[in-house]
């Protein structure tokens, strides 16, 4: 430990024993009583911001917990209070996600209380993140995170947030297509239809509609459906007139051309050409895994998904 950590574990120390030193003192008049909780919530407040210096960040969280403890409870300041749960979620992030998870679900409720959306937006987009970065990777934190991603995506729309509205449900539907088991393919197509014809509507959004057009398509293809796949090419090429002669659009025409033929010498071309120019990304090949083991006739089956060669 650095000396200056140690100062800072000292010093911290201190604020929170004259914290509840003050805390403990008797009074008998209301705005005394008022005064005391004040006291002892900022004491916190600054043993928190000692431990944070120092590095003690579990130490931290607490203090700041309790500091939002007593705005919320006896102060009723939930402004406060909601300032110090974020501080509180922000110190726990370094050792303990749970915690944090738990601080920010509690500010998030204080912020939309008071109608601070944008805030509480923001908060519960790192709270799905927390669940999308759990080493457990289980299917309920799974779909927590999606949950998060759908409120956070919910709160920008309120605000005429578009842009982050839209980051976060391309989330939901990614979590949805590739990291749940089974996975949700019609809910994420539905997404991504939705994301792309709301491009369309923004000159300055309207190029991103080709990428959410194609991820639709290979939600449905991805679920072995080729007659909605079919049905998706043909509305988005009314919708967008420059679909179809896109390099998104010939692609997906390739492959729901591949899939209606079983063709799988067509599907690996075609899969191999635009990754030559446009390089598959991680969610793009995990789709095109499943269309590809459909193809096959479920050739490989839970197996190792390197034994697929899409090219």
Same mark, same amino acid.
């Given at each position: 430990?650095?000396?200056?950590?140690?100062?800072?574990?000292?010093? %911290?120390?201190?604020?929170?024993?004259?914290?509840?030193?003050?805390?403990?003192?008797?009074?008998?008049?209301?705005?005394?009583?008022?005064?005391?909780?004040?006291?002892?919530?900022?004491?916190?407040?600054?043993?928190?911001?000692?431990?944070?210096?120092?590095?003690?960040?579990? &130490?931290?969280?607490?203090?700041?917990? =309790?500091?939002?403890?007593?705005?919320? !409870? &006896?102060?009723?300041?939930?402004?406060?209070?909601?300032?110090?749960?974020?501080?509180?979620?922000? =110190?726990?992030?370094?050792?303990?996600?749970?915690?944090?998870?738990?601080? +920010?679900?509690?500010?998030?409720?204080?912020?939309?209380?008071?109608?601070?959306?944008?805030?509480?937006?923001?908060?519960?987009?790192?709270?799905? &993140?927390?669940?999308?970065?759990?080493?457990?990777?289980?299917?309920?934190?799974?779909?927590?995170?999606?949950?998060?991603?759908?409120?956070?995506?919910?709160?920008?729309?309120?605000?005429?947030?578009?842009?982050?509205?839209?980051?976060?449900?391309?989330?939901?539907?990614?979590?949805?297509?590739?990291?749940?088991? *089974?996975?949700?393919?019609?809910?994420?197509?539905?997404?991504? &239809?939705?994301?792309?014809?709301?491009?369309?509507? =923004? !000159?300055?959004?309207?190029?991103?509609?080709?990428?959410?057009?194609?991820?639709?398509?290979?939600?449905?293809?991805? !679920?072995?459906?080729?007659?909605?796949?079919?049905?998706?090419?043909?509305?988005?090429?009314?919708?967008?007139?420059?679909?179809?002669?896109?390099?998104? %659009?010939?692609?997906?025409?390739?492959?729901?051309?591949?899939?209606?033929?079983?063709? =799988?010498?067509? +599907?690996?071309?075609?899969?191999?050409?635009?990754?030559?120019?446009?390089?598959?990304? *991680?969610?793009?090949?995990?789709?095109?895994?499943?269309?590809?083991?459909?193809?096959?006739?479920?050739?490989?089956?839970?197996?190792?998904?390197?034994?697929?060669?899409?090219?």
């Amino acid at each position: 430990m650095s000396a200056i950590s140690k100062k800072q574990r000292v010093k %911290g120390d201190a604020y929170v024993s004259e914290a509840k030193s003050t805390l403990s003192k008797k009074t008998w008049f209301a705005s005394s009583s008022e005064q005391k909780f004040e006291d002892g919530a900022e004491l916190y407040e600054k043993a928190a911001n000692a431990y944070k210096v120092g590095g003690f960040h579990t &130490e931290a969280g607490d203090a700041f917990m =309790s500091a939002a403890n007593i705005y919320k !409870n &006896e102060t009723k300041n939930s402004m406060e209070a909601g300032k110090c749960l974020t501080s509180a979620g922000h =110190s726990y992030k370094k050792t303990d996600s749970q915690k944090a998870i738990s601080a +920010f679900r509690e500010s998030i409720s204080l912020l939309c209380d008071a109608g601070r959306l944008t805030p509480a937006a923001r908060l519960s987009k790192e709270v799905a &993140e927390l669940f999308e970065t759990q080493e457990d990777g289980n299917e309920e934190s799974v779909q927590l995170a999606i949950d998060s991603y759908q409120q956070a995506a919910e709160l920008y729309d309120m605000e005429q947030q578009k842009s982050q509205s839209n980051q976060c449900l391309a989330k939901v539907a990614e979590l949805s297509s590739a990291a749940k088991d *089974p996975p949700d393919l019609i809910r994420a197509s539905q997404i991504y &239809e939705s994301l792309g014809k709301t491009c369309l509507d =923004s !000159n300055l959004l309207k190029y991103n509609a080709k990428g959410y057009f194609l991820q639709c398509v290979f939600c449905h293809l991805a !679920n072995q459906d080729g007659v909605a796949a079919e049905q998706s090419l043909q509305r988005f090429s009314s919708l967008d007139y420059t679909f179809r002669d896109s390099r998104e %659009g010939k692609f997906v025409g390739e492959l729901v051309a591949a899939v209606e033929g079983h063709d =799988s010498e067509g +599907f690996a071309t075609a899969c191999f050409e635009y990754d030559r120019i446009s390089k598959l990304d *991680p969610w793009k090949t995990s789709m095109l895994l499943m269309v590809r083991r459909a193809i096959d006739g479920g050739i490989g089956g839970d197996g190792d998904e390197d034994d697929i060669d899409l090219t």
